[in-house]
């Protein structure tokens, strides 16, 4: 599903975010990216969704060059993306109900159909009362799981999460990861980049370790 060679990201002579990163993420693979803040785990996850251009190497997402599609073809590959931001990147004016919506209407899926999906990832997360609540009003907690539930509604084949858990309790962060793991369980490419080691200490995927921009390791979690 991803395929990632000596690809680099530099911002700056003095910022070189990612250097010469080299792997291969298998479809319908959990994978886990990980380091400490600044170790380049956001800019990973903007360079496989073509949010932004490696500076040099080269990116495939599921054999297609991602950063050298335009247009009506990158439009395709991203409909397939499902992002979980960690800025969020809500419509702070409209409702948690409405902002998950917003993929699956874009995809022409029927209204009934809509609802039951909202509903549902709702429910999954504990927000069946946010249903009409602006997200400008909720706590950040809140917000963070209404991005990853906008995130997966639409069922994409491929989901980047960027975070899930940082302003979450334990009881809740199980949640997502149930919900997550369900997800991969039907199919999906999920990736996960975090610095929370309760979301991956007992993992049985595969995790990549980075630092300062670098791939410090690769290993397959314990599984315990």
Not at 139 to 165: C, K, W, Y
Request: glycine content about 6%; proline content about 3%; hydrophobic content about 40%.
């Amino acid at each position: 599903m991803i395929e990632m060679i000596k690809a680099s990201k530099v911002y700056s002579e003095d910022v070189e975010a990612l250097k010469d990163i080299s792997v291969s993420i298998a479809s319908g693979e959990m994978f886990f990216i990980i380091g400490m803040s600044g170790a380049g785990k956001t800019t990973l996850l903007k360079l496989i969704s073509s949010m932004e251009a490696p500076t040099s190497g080269l990116i495939e997402i599921a054999g297609q060059p991602v950063h050298l599609l335009k247009g009506y073809k990158l439009a395709r590959l991203r409909q397939k993306i499902g992002v979980a931001y960690q800025d969020f990147k809500l419509l702070t004016d409209r409702t948690a109900a409405e902002n998950i919506a917003i993929s699956m209407e874009v995809s022409y899926k029927k209204p009934q159909i809509i609802r039951k999906r909202v509903k549902d990832l709702l429910a999954a997360l504990d927000l069946t009362d946010k249903h009409n609540k602006i997200t400008g009003e909720l706590s950040r907690g809140e917000q963070q799981r209404v991005t990853l539930a906008r995130a997966i509604a639409n069922s994409p084949a491929m989901i980047l999460v960027d975070e899930p858990t940082g302003n979450l309790d334990a009881e809740t962060t199980e949640k997502v990861i149930k919900l997550l793991t369900k997800c991969n369980k039907s199919g999906a490419t999920v990736v996960i980049a975090t610095h929370d080691d309760l979301i991956y200490r007992h993992t049985p995927h595969r995790i990549m370790e980075l630092q300062k921009g670098s791939i410090l390791s690769v290993i397959r979690g314990n599984g315990l």
